[in-house]
């Protein structure tokens, strides 16, 4: 152990000053700590010290037992092969001040070398080896051809009659319904994601047999019970009415829920949601009892009205939990406060509460990260003067009026309000142009039961008037493009325009210049 310093053992002050964590921190040592999930211990080693962070590399130990002074001379630099790393080590700027507080100091030995670091972030939290653990049980033989059809990125191969690249990563409906046989995707080694709107008979036996396949995203499921507990799956996004049950294995670590939901909807898993992350996009504010009672991350979307009761009446062992709006409201807030593990919360586009009922610091006593965007101005106020000095990262961004509310309650561009990318200037003309489209189709239609050819000219209009708005200095990027089509669809929504919306889309991705 290096003189002077200092063990930062577990019921130390979580928010000493930066300077104190700075000299507390040598150069050489090596500190240790328990990953969450599996409880196994896993080391990092402190690398250099700059100003406000310190740069660690993390080491190879993984193991059920506290590491002693005794294996420090085994222990080498953790190289990450798994997913897209080759023989990489991993190493990181981290801030002083959010050192975790529980990490035991094992003893100092000499620096092996590592390259200038260029990556910040945060402390380990034994992902990396948690990862590698993980990878090194899958096939070897699926794990060669990966990495080998990562090398070779310019190899093709035919599949159903089309030339694609073989180290392909996602495949879709256009090419899975042209398959009379699933295997013949055993030519696509890198094949990670596949998307699709159908049922096909195949897809579940052949997820069950490809393990580096870690995301399916399946639109419009018919199934009641869909089974992928034998599948190797580590994200799922779906979304069907009809479904009643679905079964993960433990390997997912986060499922997404879309459209309309049935009541009987149940999630089971063989860690019933431990570490695991469950994302609602919720229509009519409805939440399903799903199970999943160890869940550990719970985000909401679209939220119009809703009570934080029904969060903590079902999940009580969150770490996790994040709320937006549409925008829209949330009552009992206070019930925030029987989430006593909670280390992050974030808020965005939600009103309806005020800082009084806004829990105090004291009742939230593992918070860490608080994250709030476009909330009550009085009560962001107050929430931010509360909790600064208790809290490692806070940001509160784009407090609301409740005249802003009033104006923008149904407005779909008003996140554009404030942001950086986007000129006021811009969001103001794009907001007026939205504005008059809704008026004049609301209007065209109100005069006819029929589809009429007014509506074409509307669209037309609409498109090009941000062909115009992004002519002289461009702002409209992917994420963007979504939100003015998604704009539109509102506008369609309130219209009650439902058979002509293919061609509609149509004529916008005809026209625009975006």
């Not at 049980?137 to 089309?162: C, N, S, W, Y």
């Not at 396949?213 to 419009?220: G, M, Q, S």
């Not at 079902?314 to 549409?326: E, P, V």
């Not at 005069?447 to 037309?460: C, G, K, L, N």
Request: hydrophobic share 35%; aromatic share 10%.
């Amino acid at each position: 152990m290096t003189s002077g310093s200092v063990s930062c053992e577990e019921g130390t002050d979580s928010n000493m000053p930066v300077d104190m964590n700075r000299k507390l921190l040598q150069i050489g040592d090596v500190y240790a700590l328990q990953e969450k999930e599996t409880g196994k211990w896993f080391a990092f080693q402190i690398v250099n010290l700059g100003q406000e962070n310190a740069v660690y590399v993390d080491l190879d130990y993984w193991s059920e037992q506290e590491p002693t002074q005794g294996d420090l001379k085994s222990m080498d630099h953790l190289r990450l092969n798994h997913h897209l790393w080759n023989n990489t080590v991993h190493y990181c700027w981290a801030p002083y001040e959010q050192f975790p507080v529980s990490a035991k100091l094992i003893g100092n030995i000499d620096i092996r070398p590592i390259d200038e670091c260029k990556c910040h972030g945060n402390w380990p939290d034994g992902s990396q080896q948690k990862w590698t653990e993980s990878w090194n049980e899958l096939p070897e033989e699926q794990v060669r051809a990966f990495k080998v059809a990562l090398a070779r990125k310019d190899e093709t191969v035919i599949i159903a009659g089309k030339e694609v690249k073989k180290c392909l990563y996602g495949v879709f409906d256009d090419t899975l319904s042209l398959l009379s046989d699933f295997s013949e995707l055993d030519k696509l080694p890198g094949l990670g994601r596949i998307v699709t709107n159908k049922e096909y008979p195949q897809m579940i036996p052949f997820l069950e047999r490809r393990h580096l396949i870690r995301e399916l995203i399946w639109n419009d499921c018919k199934l009641k019970d869909v089974d992928l507990s034998c599948t190797h799956l580590e994200e799922l996004e779906i979304s069907g009415k009809d479904i009643e049950i679905i079964r993960l294995p433990a390997r997912t670590k986060i499922i997404t829920l879309k459209g309309k939901l049935s009541p009987k909807l149940k999630i089971i898993s063989p860690n019933d949601g431990y570490f695991m992350t469950l994302r609602v996009e919720m229509q009519d504010d409805f939440l399903p009892d799903v199970g999943l009672s160890r869940l550990t991350t719970l985000v909401l979307k679209h939220i119009r009205n809703f009570s934080l009761k029904t969060v903590t009446s079902r999940f009580s062992d969150l770490f996790w939990l994040g709320l937006a709006g549409k925008p829209g409201y949330i009552r009992d807030v206070d019930e925030i406060t029987k989430l006593h593990d909670l280390e992050t919360l974030t808020l965005n586009d939600l009103f309806g509460f005020s800082a009084d009922e806004f829990p105090q610091p004291e009742s939230l006593p593992e918070l860490k990260r608080l994250w709030l965007e476009s909330i009550p101005s009085d009560a962001a106020k107050a929430i931010k003067k509360r909790y600064k000095s208790n809290v490692h990262d806070m940001h509160v961004l784009k407090p609301r009026s409740d005249e802003w509310l009033h104006e923008n309650l149904n407005n779909p561009l008003r996140h554009w309000d404030g942001n950086e990318f986007i000129s006021k200037s811009k969001y103001s003309k794009s907001l007026a142009l939205w504005k008059e489209t809704r008026r004049r189709l609301l209007e065209a239609v109100a005069f006819s039961d029929a589809y009429i050819p007014s509506i074409d000219r509307i669209v037309i209009d609409y498109v090009e008037g941000f062909n115009k708005l992004d002519s002289r200095s461009q702002f409209i990027e992917t994420e963007e493009r979504e939100d003015i089509i998604n704009a539109f669809i509102q506008i369609l929504d309130e219209a009650g325009i439902c058979k002509e919306r293919n061609s509609i889309m149509q004529l916008i991705d005809d026209n625009r210049n975006w």
